[in-house]
């Protein structure tokens, strides 16, 4: 009986681990936890959050990648920065490398830099929280589609705030939740 559980020991423990860090995932994004953007009713990306304030200054967002020590990856942002006006939507690339002579899954963490500006930074599109299997010695771009909210111009608490940063990490699919839950 036991060599017949055997092959699915895997599969369940990494089921598991999934699971994880989907759940911790969407409470990190509801709560702020862990430096996540909070995902917001009222900061929403339809069209009409989509009009770039002309007013206001534009905004410098750089671009920061990690990569745990076990993933033998190579991870970078494609550009350093980008300028953007509040309402006006930008894209930006990252770059992954598998350096193993394996396929690799793995899953990306993000977050956003000063905190404060987290409720305002709503991507579009993003490769976060998905499981990314990158063939032995495979090279993939990774878009991020993603503006900042108008209504962050007006907010007198974010006076003074030129740059932001957002940041990825990359872990190995199965070590992403230890990462969420500390």
């Not at 007006?154 to 992403?176: A, C, H, K, N």
């Amino acid at each position: 009986m036991e060599q017949l559980r055997a092959p699915f020991a895997h599969k369940n423990v990494t089921t598991a681990y999934y699971g994880l860090s989907i759940i911790l995932g969407t409470i990190c994004q509801q709560t702020g936890w862990g430096g996540q953007p909070i995902q917001s009713t009222t900061h929403s990306s339809s069209p009409s959050r989509l009009i770039p304030v002309t007013t206001a200054p534009r905004l410098r967002i750089t671009f920061n990648a990690s990569v745990s020590d076990i993933l033998p990856w190579k991870f970078t942002p494609q550009q350093r920065e980008v300028r953007v006006l509040p309402g006006e939507t930008a894209l930006a690339f990252y770059t992954a490398t598998n350096k193993s002579s394996e396929d690799i899954i793995g899953v990306a963490t993000y977050s956003v830099s000063p905190g404060q500006v987290a409720p305002y930074f709503s991507k579009i599109q993003c490769f976060c929280f998905e499981e990314q299997r990158l063939a032995a010695g495979e090279t993939v771009d990774m878009p991020v589609f993603f503006f900042v909210d108008p209504e962050f111009a007006s907010d007198p608490q974010m006076r003074g705030i030129e740059t932001v940063t957002l940041s990825y990490t990359f872990f190995s699919e199965w070590r992403v939740f230890l990462y969420l839950i500390w």
